[in-house]
């Protein structure tokens, strides 16, 4: 590994935690602010979202069911094609309180960030369910 690869990896893995902690925290616009303007989520069992704001729209709606508890994404791997951009690949699980206990769902993901004026951004992101 390149020490450029090593550094921008080491940056998109510090991202991710902070994109984590936002889920965590059920802040929309904090949890957005890392994904570029025109970005693509194709959502796990669900629709492809495409937009900053169809993004935030998603996670606001939510983050008011009082029974999600988070989406936590866990990085296995950050590759970088080029120096502009980075492919991350990991694991996801969400988690929410039912009656029954804490439910989960989980699978595999795949997210491309580019470089841009503002840094490193969520340009796609990938859902797999397990």
Do not use: C
């Not at 802040?27 to 989520?41: E, H, K, L, Y």
Request: proline letters at 3%; glycine letters at 6%.
């Amino acid at each position: 590994m390149t020490e450029a690869t090593s550094i921008v990896s080491a940056l998109i893995r510090t991202l991710r935690a902070q994109s984590n902690q936002a889920i965590a925290a059920h802040d929309a616009d904090r949890t957005v602010s890392f994904m570029a303007p025109d970005v693509v989520v194709g959502v796990a069992g669900g629709p492809t979202l495409k937009g900053r704001d169809a993004s935030r729209a998603a996670f606001a709606q939510q983050f008011a069911d009082r029974a999600f508890v988070t989406y936590e994404r866990t990085i296995e791997q950050v590759t970088l094609p080029d120096p502009m951009r980075a492919t991350e690949r990991g694991r996801w699980v969400g988690r929410w309180r039912l009656k029954t206990g804490l439910h989960e769902q989980q699978g595999s993901y795949v997210a491309e960030w580019r470089f841009s004026e503002m840094g490193w951004l969520i340009y796609s992101e990938t859902f797999v369910e397990a």
